[in-house]
């Protein structure tokens, strides 16, 4: 058994060992969430499972979940009647990230990353983070909306080719019809993240197996 108290080495660590296609660990359940991985039937999604690049994660009414990124502890917050495909390109040192979001309410805490590090697609728009922290409303009658709670999310009307960047405190509006606005966040229309922005203070207890096949379990405390 391993125990590593510092969530930076933990993920380092976890990027080595685990290897392939394996980009995000679950860190937060709340109710009914389940995720596909290829041609399996969906299964329950639990804390501690590692998702793999191409998984798509579906949250049901009351249902929320929250996962980390094994490069750089960016975080993804998934609210109820969600639908996503996870997807990440892995490199030596850090994993391109996308996010091919169907429909549905997500939270993004990204790290610094470099140009298309860490992208956010729907049917209407692309948004491509520079190192921020927002939300992203996405319905297929209306559109989206990014709100923006710090740094720089740069917004991309796929329709019309528009773009703007949306900052700390105002939100975009990317419509069906092709328009692209900007304006001052109504502080009612944030939504309410479960586990606000620390994140949750808890235990991950991951099993594994090594190169030889043999069975091990790494126990991360993180904050």
Known sequence: MMRLKQIGMSLLFISVILGGDRIAIVTKVIGSVNYT??????????????FESGDVLRTEKGGFAALIFIDDKSA??????????ISGKRTARAIAKEINLDSGTIRAQVGKQKRGGFVIRTSVSVASVKGTDFWLISDQKVGDSVIGLEGIVSLLNQISGETLDVTSGFTGLS???GSLQSFKTDPKTIPVDPIGSAGDSKKLIIEFEDASGKKKTLIIDYK
Do not use: C, P, V, Y
């Open 76 to 85: 993804l917050k998934i609210k109820e009647n969600s639908e996503l495909i």
């Open 175 to 177: 419509s069906m019809d």
């Open 37 to 50: 991985r290829g041609n399996d039937a969906s299964k329950s999604l639990k804390k501690g499972h590692i």
